[in-house]
T-cell receptor, first 112, second 114 residues
Framework: GQQLNQSPQSMFIQEGEDVSMNCTSS?????WLWYKQDPGEGPVLLIA?????ELTSNGRLTAQFGITRKDSFLNISASIPSDVGIYFC????????????FGGGTRVLVKP | EAGVAQSPRYKIIEKRQSVAFWCNPI?????LYWYQQILGQGPKLLIQ????????DSQLPKDRFSAERLKGVDSTLKIQPAKLEDSAVYLC????????????FGAGTRLSVL
């Protein structure tokens, strides 16, 4: 089956810093999605990407659908404490019955 | 609009017992999904329904897991008998059309098997 390699697995942020994370795969995806999951909650959709090369923003979040369709990245600018949580990338392949495959997640923590 | 509702939020059982989870999707959403999320991992699809029919259950351990969506709205997921490795969060999601791209998730049921 398809696998998504998400990195980094975890990161510490300081308020005001920019944060980047990415997802790569050996498979080609039709859609890339980025979700955020807070403790005790289900994933919440942040950004959806539908075309290779697409760059989409949602407030301080920016995500891009890689040209090869095998990768995507998410940037968070000027991080704030509520950005703490787990971020998941997810890819969808129409030929695979539209099944959504999730990455392992990037845990964003606040620097002590 | 109301989100995906799941119950219970938490369940603790002993191994070999049975357990059931309930999900009410967003009104009008034809497609419903059950995911298993083990601690520290991303969600893994167990089963996908389109209305009351199964679209994909290839990852469902059918010897112990079962799911139904009899009237094409609510769904239940059952585990019988439970094993220690079934400890996880069980997430339900729904989407408006079969494309499955915009899935909205419930808060999940956290299952602990002792």
């Amino acid at each position: 089956g398809q696998q998504l390699n998400q990195s980094p697995q975890s990161m510490f942020i300081q308020e005001g810093e920019d944060v980047s994370m990415n997802c790569t795969s050996s498979s080609i995806f039709n859609t890339w999605l980025w979700y955020k999951q807070d403790p005790g909650e289900g994933p919440v959709l942040l950004i959806a990407l539908y075309k290779a090369g697409e760059l989409t923003s949602n407030g301080r979040l920016t995500a891009q659908f890689g040209i090869t369709r095998k990768d995507s990245f998410l940037n968070i600018s000027a991080s704030i404490p509520s950005d703490v949580g787990i971020y998941f990338c997810a890819g969808l392949i129409k030929a695979a019955g539209n099944k959504l495959t999730f990455g392992g997640g990037t845990r964003v923590l606040v620097k002590p | 609009e109301a989100g995906v509702a799941q119950s219970p939020r938490y369940k603790i059982i002993e191994k070999r017992q049975s357990v059931a989870f309930w999900c009410n999707p967003i009104s009008g959403h034809a497609t419903l999904y059950w995911y298993q999320q083990i601690l520290g991992q991303g969600p893994k699809l167990l089963i996908q329904f389109q209305n009351n029919g199964v679209v994909d259950d290839s990852q469902l351990p059918k010897d112990r897991f079962s799911a139904e969506r009899l009237k094409g709205v609510d769904s239940t997921l059952k585990i019988q008998p439970a094993k220690l490795e079934d400890s996880a969060v069980y997430l339900c999601a729904s989407s408006r059309i079969r494309s499955g791209d915009i899935q909205y998730f419930g808060a999940g049921t956290r299952l602990s098997v002792l």
